[in-house]
């Protein structure tokens, strides 16, 4: 069995096969009406020709003997070639025939059609007849009954329709072809979009991705795809972006700590040193490890976090306490920077604690080191219909208003004041943003007038209180 493996290909001979099947219904259908009208039309024609003999036989027969009968039968059938007529007795002997050539032997020996309708063959040329008994008129008491039997030849009707079945089945081959034809070219214009696709995907790379197909000129049925593809083209585009700009930030932030562990190495052994200045070094690189794997455990997080592979687990957190355990740990840091950090409010969600804690952590951390002495910061609980928010606000330098929509992207910080304040790699906020989505809230943050807040929002369950 032949498999077509073009879509095309495929479309184009069913559009051919349905053309031809129905076309060829269509003509049987035609040949058989075709048939049964040149039937009826035979049908009548000999009914006819009946009709005359006894017509004429029997306004002859009142009148005239045999010889006046045979005369005005004969002038009756003058010019009609293609009839034959048989007269038989009712014994079936042959009494008059005219055009003979249009029966058998066996008709003209006094053979007798079965029906009233028969079919025959002389000579490879097809006939029809019928068969009919008439009543003639005697010039004595007694009426005579013959049996007429005329004969009319088909040769021009078969050859007409044998013409037209010629000219059918011609056109039924044409008309397939035509709608192979007309298939291919239908299927081949629409599946252009596809086409397209595949041109377009092949020229795609990590640098060419800005490549997008036109949707108007598609069909409806491709209209669907063509969008998701350059959907697709768009979110590998962006991911590549992000991807270019995450790599060029991981180097750049991890430049700065293997410097300086190399710089360290290298005046390690440039002379020999005592024990003590050989453990200050180590204790030194130690710290630059140790912020290399904060950075890369917090990479991992973020990646994990765009996989939306973060597991949490769903138990009630009173923020208001976790709020208060972070304020303690961070209270010697505070005091040493002379900074108050107060607490208002209350209320409870649902979610992970950990990781709530650790994003309210960094928020925190955060406002220590931007907050100058004398300041305070500010962590406000409250709940209502719209959810459960948890800010927290600081006095210092503001975060430019151009770098508001930016301050949560990896690796970057609000302005040069705040960045030459900071002791991590900018990946804090973008962490506590990953941990909010992963709750299903979110975070904003505004900075007016020497004040700073982070807010978060999160969804309002049955564990929630107001404050």
């Known amino acids: 069995m032949i498999r077509i493996h073009s879509l095309t290909a495929r479309l184009a001979t069913l559009f051919a096969v349905l053309a031809a099947g129905l076309l060829v219904l269509v003509a049987v259908l035609f040949g058989r009406m075709l048939d049964a009208h040149f039937q009826e039309l035979d049908m009548h024609e000999l009914q006819g020709k009946v009709s005359l003999i006894r017509n004429t ?30 007269l038989r007795d009712v014994e079936g002997r042959v009494l008059y025939i005219i055009h003979p050539e249009h029966f058998t032997a066996a008709q003209r020996a006094g053979e007798r059609i079965s029906g009233g309708l028969a079919d025959w063959t002389v000579d490879e040329r097809p006939h029809r007849g019928l068969e009919a008994r008439i009543t003639l008129p005697s010039l004595g008491s007694k009426e005579q009954t013959i049996e007429a039997l005329v004969a009319l030849d088909l040769s021009h009707h078969v050859h007409f329709l044998a013409s037209v079945h010629n000219a059918t089945w011609a056109g039924v081959v044409v008309a397939a072809l035509a709608a192979a034809l007309l298939g291919w070219f239908a299927a081949h214009r629409g599946l252009a979009p596809l086409r397209r696709v595949t041109e377009t995907a092949r020229r795609l790379s ?57 710089t360290q190495t290298q005046v390690a052994l440039s002379r020999p040193r005592t024990l003590d200045e050989y453990q200050d070094i180590l204790a030194s690189n130690l710290e630059e490890y140790e912020r290399i794997a904060r950075m ?30 972070l304020i303690d740990f961070y209270e010697a840091l505070a005091e040493e920077g002379q900074v108050r950090i107060v607490r208002q409010g209350q209320a409870s969600v649902q979610g992970d604690r950990l990781m709530l804690r650790r994003a309210l952590s ?25 959810g ?28 040069a004041q705040r960045e030459s304040r900071g002791e991590g790699a900018g990946l804090g906020l973008a962490i506590t943003r990953s941990i909010v989505q992963a709750h299903g809230g979110h975070i904003t943050a505004r900075s007016a007038e020497g ?14 209180s107001p404050s």
């Open 57 to 86: 036989l029997q306004d002859v027969a009142a009148t005239g003997g045999r010889p006046e009968r045979v005369e005005a039968l004969e002038r009756s059938f003058v010019g009609h070639e293609s009839v034959g007529v048989l």
């Open 206 to 262: 990590a640098r060419q991705l800005g490549e997008r197909l036109a949707i108007d000129d598609a069909p409806l049925e491709v209209r669907d795809h063509v969008e998701a593809f350059n959907g697709m083209l768009a979110r590998l585009e962006a991911a590549f972006q992000r991807l270019g700009d995450y790599s060029a930030d991981i180097a750049h932030e991890l430049r700065t700590p293997i410097s300086n562990l190399m």
């Open 296 to 325: 890369v455990s917090d990479m991992l997080f973020l990646a994990k976090a765009e996989e939306n592979t973060l597991a949490h687990a769903g138990e009630a957190i009173d923020l208001a306490r976790e709020a208060d355990a």
């Open 362 to 386: 960094n928020l925190i951390s955060n406002a220590l080191r931007h907050t100058p002495k004398n300041g305070q910061i500010t962590i406000r609980v409250d709940a209502d219909a719209a």
């Open 388 to 415: 459960v928010r948890l800010a927290v606000c600081n006095v210092g330098d503001p975060i430019p208003a151009d770098q508001i929509e930016r301050i949560f992207e990896r690796f970057h910080r609000g302005s």
């Open 451 to 464: 004040v700073t807040c982070f807010t978060i929002t999160l969804p309002r369950n049955e564990a929630s």
